[in-house]
């Protein structure tokens, strides 16, 4: 991670995470520390226009409060959709009605007369685990975001991997079984298809379907808040049909992480978001997959100390949990910052 | 790709491709051309000393009659198999049995007296085409190469991307199917099992043993080279099951290069190797897979011209052939040596 000097730890910067469902707000300092938060619901339905009001207010009432005795470094804003990094608009946000081709980060910019960075989402969420959270002191990581659907973001050199337009990272299209289920961007099988919250949701339903699940059947039955959490707490109590379920997911995620790790000799690939909390009843299966998947992964895997002595590759969880993305978005205009400075310091 | 005013164009440096049939050697001047190029037969056999002794003397001929008007940059050497980038050691090298954790490159360095770099042979083919061949002044570029096996070489920013221990880009064990035919690696269903030369004949005897494909079977009795080149021959010739086997290596390609294309967002990627030269046979069933498969592909295709103005993702074939290695061998010194050079510049 590239460390500066020249910033002092008393400056900070705001981070905004703009999801379907809340809208997050907080201001940062330079060392990670969270000054304020504010959380705000995210009111989609009254149009563009009233949420980006609801952010700038949020984001100018921060400032005004913490301005007085440190400089903002800029806002960085996680945004869950395709940000063509070339004329700085929203590809495609389904979550986001009416914001396509939109100039965001023009407009907020302008607006508050500070600098703006836009990014998808779960590049965010990569960053921030990269910065403070458990791909902490790596350069080089990558982050699967399992959650309604599956993001994924890419850190190589402390920065975020962003290819030609600011479309790579797509990892919840990465292909597990191409017969597999269709999938919302055209293909088939797709890791969104085995280990989002939706995937779950839609594999218990078709277990239940078969007359095998008839726990899970009752609780989908009784629960109007029936989703994953409940198949995983369904599943640690010890009910075999959700602890099936889980370890589909298992399978799925020991495919897609053998992949990666086959491809970029990482040092650490983190997995978050909401499904990530059901980490022990995914976990083991998705090490059986792994080891036998792998075998960049068989030679580097933590234990084989005279092979890679301190030169393991580690798959975990996140650890920032939802904070992540609202993180990662504080570090964007910080790490511009330093640059900045480094580059006028060396003159 | 880094651009060095410093290195005179008449220096020089040595490329090797050790591969399991052949030994080649190559001196290459710092724009590209080849001065002289020294095929030999590896005689595997006769044990690494003897082959270690050839390359040296053919390197050390090629040097003392290129060294009178010109500067060695020194020798870089492909050879197949991981190269532990920590200590320099081969980890794994089927074809060249009693090179394991042999120290190769301290050894003809100290031979030879001049720099020495090893590299994996796909990642400097893929370093080859992106110097001089089908990635030609693009900086960030993946290549699979389609032989006996599945490699691949992964460029970024200009530089080969190796991880944190050298192991990057092992792109042939990348899944298409889980449940599909068990691979070397250990897994099943990696892209080599349907795309290697070796993949084409073994799905050609399976056709053959179904009785639906006479003139294969006709073909595979009466020659004694019968292989992939020969099924491509037939499927050119019209011979529908040749064809079927050719669509199969385009269907796991497309899966393949669609997986690559939502990972990394790059403006190209190259296939190479022996089995490309039936580019137009499978090539048509690889573009119908990634159209669907990758909606970053499908956004950025070329001809899209209104969304992606010289922005296009192209996947093509490798335009170097066999030599791809031997340039990219070639190429890894000079840039070390530019690179110091700039580095003594700046001072």
């Not at 984001?59 to 063509?84: F, H, M």
């Not at 081709?101 to 989402?121: A, M």
């Amino acid at each position: 991670m590239l460390v500066c000097p020249l910033m002092p730890s008393s400056d900070f910067s705001i981070g905004v995470d703009l999801g379907g469902t809340n809208l997050r707000i907080a201001a940062v300092d330079a060392t990670g520390n969270l000054l304020e938060k504010i959380t705000l619901g995210t009111q989609v339905s009254k149009g563009r226009d009233y949420v980006v009001n609801e952010m700038c207010e949020a984001i100018e009432s921060l400032t005004s409060r913490y301005q007085k005795k440190s400089t903002l470094c800029g806002v960085g804003i996680g945004i869950p959709g395709i940000i063509d990094k070339r004329t700085d608009m929203l590809r495609e946000s389904p979550n986001l009605p009416g914001w396509h081709d939109y100039p965001v980060r023009e407009e907020i910019s302008r607006r508050l007369g500070t600098e703006v960075i836009l990014e998808n989402d779960a590049n965010a969420a990569a960053f921030g685990e990269a910065w403070l959270g458990a791909g902490k002191g790596c350069d080089d990581m990558c982050m699967i975001t399992l959650g309604t659907g599956v993001g994924g973001g890419i850190v190589m050199g402390g920065r975020i991997w962003h290819g030609m337009r600011g479309m790579a990272g797509e990892l919840g299209h990465m292909n597990i079984d191409p017969e597999g289920h269709p999938c919302g961007c055209g293909s088939r099988g797709c890791i969104e298809q085995y280990a989002s919250a939706t995937a779950i949701v839609r594999m218990t339903r078709e277990l239940i379907a078969t007359g095998k699940a008839p726990q899970l059947a009752r609780a989908a039955h009784d629960n109007l808040e029936f989703g994953a959490k409940v198949v995983y707490q369904m599943a640690v109590q010890g009910d075999a049909p959700a602890q099936e379920i889980y370890r589909t997911v298992g399978w799925a995620l020991g495919i897609h992480i053998a992949d990666l790790v086959n491809i970029f000799n990482f040092p650490i690939y983190v997995v978050g978001g909401g499904v990530a909390s059901g980490w022990d009843a995914f976990a083991p299966a998705l090490f059986d997959e792994l080891r036998v998947r792998s075998f960049v992964y068989a030679a580097t895997a933590p234990g084989d100390a005279e092979r890679a002595p301190g030169k393991s590759t580690i798959v975990t969880h996140a650890l920032l949990g939802g904070d992540a993305g609202l993180y990662g978005a504080a570090r964007l205009p910080m790490l511009m910052s330093e640059i900045e400075k480094h580059v006028v310091a060396r003159r």
